[in-house]
Every structure is written in structure tokens, then in C-alpha cells.
């Protein structure tokens, strides 16, 4: 049987959504990946090079890794990194161990001691309950009340809309929604993620309205903002699709932090702190619908 | 006399109430309604259903779990006042059901 060959790959720096430069090597990157796997070589990442996580791109990535290693069982491999909080993060998550690397760090790094990564296949947000309990001595009950809302209107919508052109075993078995929580600067940020068709797509599938208008990709960003600010629903129901605008509501409760949503090659940020809204269109596409919140801590 | 049937949310039923319908997951705002809601009410005078206790609740499950009772199961709104009392000691919730409850359209009319 001819050996498999391993293409070495390295991680970018920073791991971070936020600008077009940033996501470009990060998609690139996630992107190669499962590009080479697919023509049938194994893979090394190396993280040399890597600094910075950001929780958007890193739940990003940890979600797309996990899923190539179900499709590719033992054909993902990593070095340890060189920056030692990346490492601890990396072995924090568990990332680490799924490439195949024992723990060698205590945990030490108050930036890593603060990271949690979950997932899960349902709209069960029982595993959020320990979560919860540490968020409740840093947080407002209100405030505590609020988050859950809008996590909960996350992973429901991720179960409900996200993959609705996948099959049945898929929609039953596999996972649909990854989260990251970390407190940093007196702040807490939350991020949740799915890799489905994205809520630009999801809308376009339901919505009657000038096919040209909506297959312009520099649309996402407006068709995420109507999402968020209306009750625009791919479901047309009156009753439904208030999720998105309750979670922006929450946000306007602060004045420090803010909301965002990344689906395909769209964004809508809310900056708490200037009160001001924006969309971003992006060359690269992200796969499905990344949501981070950040609110301050009490 | 006069049958209460109380309901505590976190106690009977899940302290993290999430989604829409049983599909989503196992403790949806459809599953509430079917299995505790509309049983308490069909035998109960009077229902009192206990919003403590959980760490919060999202829209869909609301919506769902009590907008549903007049959607599926034609109940008006001004039926579900006489028979539905809410405890909700952090003010939360309260208004937004009966907004759910008003809101709502029955799905088919009453013969």
C-alpha cells in the first residue's frame, strides 16, 4: 500500500475574523487544509507562527478541524506550538490532544484559564448550567438572564435553519454549534458558531424578491442587518425571527462591548460603545454564521 | 372546589429551557406545552406556572411553549387569562408571555 504523504502547513499568526487581511490567512489556511486532505495527503500543522487567538477565528477554527478530523480520522497531525499561552489555550480546548499531542502545560495563563469551548448537536442548552453558575457571581442577573436568551436563540437557530440541506443521519448525529466563552480586560466574550448554508443563504432560499439583487455577494452583509434589525425570517412566519433582534436589543443595554454576526462573506457589527452599526462585505467567505457577543463584567 | 395545578419551570421541567420544538431538542417550548402545559390545563381549574429558578428563557421557547397554545390548540387569550396565573419574582418574562399569548393566531377556527 503506497505511504501516504504529509504536507506540512503552517497556521497564520493571528486568528482573528475581524479584518479582510486577518481572515484571509485564516480561511486560506483552514481552507488548504482541507484542500489537501481531500487530494489524499496527510497533514501537519505547523503553529509555529501563531500569537494571537482571537475567539471568533479560533472557535472557527477549532469547529472546521474538528470536522475534518471525522472525515479524515488520523490525517491531521500538529506540532506544539511555539508561544507557550497558545499552546495552553490549544491544550486548554482540547485541540491539542485531537492532534494527537499530550498535555505538557499547567494551565497558568489567567488569558487561558478563563477560556471554555463547548458543542453540541441539539438546542440542549442544559450544558451550559456550569457555565452559568460561574457567570452568575461575575454578572448581573439581568444581565446573566439576557446572555442565555440570545445563546439559546443561537443554537436553536443553528439547529433549525443551518443545516437544512443536510441528510438525515447528519441532522440527527453530527455537531451543529461550537461556542467559546473568555474573560479578558473585564469583559466577557461569547461566541457561537455553526458551519451550515450561512443566514444570507438561509434567507435567500425563502425570500421572493429580485433574484439579481440577491445573488450579489456584497449582499450578505444587508441581508444579515435585515435579520438582525427586523423580524425578517426565512420562514415568513409572523411569529418567528425574533431571536436576532432580541440579541442586538441586549447589547444596547451596555455601553462597552457590542454584537456581531459573520455568515459567508457578510458581517453586522454593533459597537456599544459609539452606538453605531456597520457591515463589512468580505472577499473570503466564512462557512455558515459565527455570532460573538462581548458585555462587560460586573 | 377549585382543582391548582402548579408548574415550577426549573423544578418539573428543565432549569435551561431551550428551543422551539421537540426536534430541537429535549427541553423545547413545545414539549413544555404538550407535556406539562396542556395536560395541567385540560384538568385544572387554574394553572400556576413558576418562571424562577431557570437561567433564563429564549424567545422561541416562549413563543412556542405558550403563543403555541393558542396557535394549536385554539385556546384564546382571554380564556388563558382566567386559567394561567405566572410567578416571576424577576419581572422578566411576564409581559412578553401574555404578548406571546396576544399575538398569536389560531391556526384553524373553532367549530
Given amino acids: ?155 436553536t437557530n443553528s439547529i433549525q435553519h443551518a443545516y437544512s440541506n443536510a441528510n438525515e443521519h447528519e441532522r440527527l448525529h453530527k455537531t451543529k454549534w461550537w461556542m467559546f466563552s473568555q474573560e479578558k480586560d473585564g469583559k466577557l466574550s461569547v461566541v457561537i458558531c455553526d458551519l451550515g448554508i450561512g443566514i444570507p443563504k438561509s434567507l435567500k432560499m425563502k425570500l421572493s424578491e429580485n433574484i439579481l439583487y440577491l445573488t450579489r455577494r456584497n449582499v450578505d452583509s444587508k441581508l444579515i442587518a435585515d435579520a438582525v434589525k427586523s423580524n425578517r425570517t426565512s420562514t415568513n412566519l409572523g411569529y418567528r425571527g425574533k431571536g436576532l433582534p432580541d440579541m442586538l436589543d441586549f447589547v444596547k443595554n451596555f455601553k462597552v462591548g457590542g454584537f456581531s454576526i459573520y455568515s459567508l462573506h457578510g458581517s453586522y457589527i454593533y459597537n456599544a460603545e459609539t452606538e453605531k452599526e456597520s457591515t463589512e462585505y468580505y472577499k473570503i467567505q466564512v462557512p455558515g454564521t459565527l455570532i460573538q457577543w462581548q458585555i462587560p463584567l460586573a | 372546589m377549585e382543582k391548582v395545578t402548579t408548574i415550577s419551570i426549573a423544578k418539573n421541567f428543565s432549569e435551561a429551557p431551550s428551543g422551539r420544538y421537540v426536534s430541537d431538542g429535549p427541553f423545547s417550548g413545545e414539549h413544555f406545552r404538550e407535556n406539562l402545559l396542556v395536560p395541567a390545563l385540560t384538568t385544572s381549574d387554574l394553572v400556576v406556572i413558576d418562571f424562577d429558578g431557570t437561567i433564563g428563557y429564549g424567545s422561541s421557547f416562549l413563543e412556542e411553549a405558550f403563543g403555541g397554545l393558542v396557535r394549536n390548540h385554539n385556546i384564546t387569550a382571554g380564556e388563558l387569562k382566567k386559567k394561567i396565573k405566572i410567578i416571576d419574582n424577576r419581572k422578566f418574562y411576564e409581559d412578553r408571555v401574555w404578548s406571546y399569548i396576544g399575538s398569536a393566531k389560531p391556526a384553524k377556527e373553532k367549530k
Fill in chain 1, 1 to 155: 500500500m503506497p505511504r501516504r504523504i504529509t504536507k506540512t502547513i503552517v497556521a497564520p499568526e493571528s486568528f482573528s475574523l475581524r479584518s479582510n487581511a486577518y481572515r484571509q490567512n485564516l480561511m486560506s489556511f483552514i481552507n488548504d487544509i482541507e484542500h489537501k486532505l481531500k487530494s489524499g495527503f496527510s497533514v501537519k500543522v505547523s503553529f509555529i507562527k501563531t500569537k494571537h487567538l482571537v475567539p471568533c477565528g479560533t472557535l472557527l477554527f477549532a469547529a472546521r478541524l474538528v470536522n475534518m478530523l471525522l472525515l479524515y480520522p488520523g490525517k491531521i497531525t500538529s506540532n506544539y506550538p511555539k508561544d507557550k499561552v497558545v499552546e495552553q489555550l490549544f491544550q486548554h480546548i482540547g485541540l491539542l490532544g485531537l492532534l494527537g499531542n499530550s498535555s505538557r502545560q499547567s494551565i497558568t495563563d489567567d488569558s487561558v484559564r478563563y477560556w471554555h469551548f463547548l458543542s453540541g448537536t441539539t438546542a440542549d442548552a442544559e450544558i451550559f448550567k456550569d457555565l452559568f453558575r460561574e457567570y452568575k457571581q461575575k454578572l448581573k442577573e439581568d444581565v446573566t438572564s439576557g446572555l442565555y436568551e440570545g445563546m439559546s436563540e443561537a443554537i
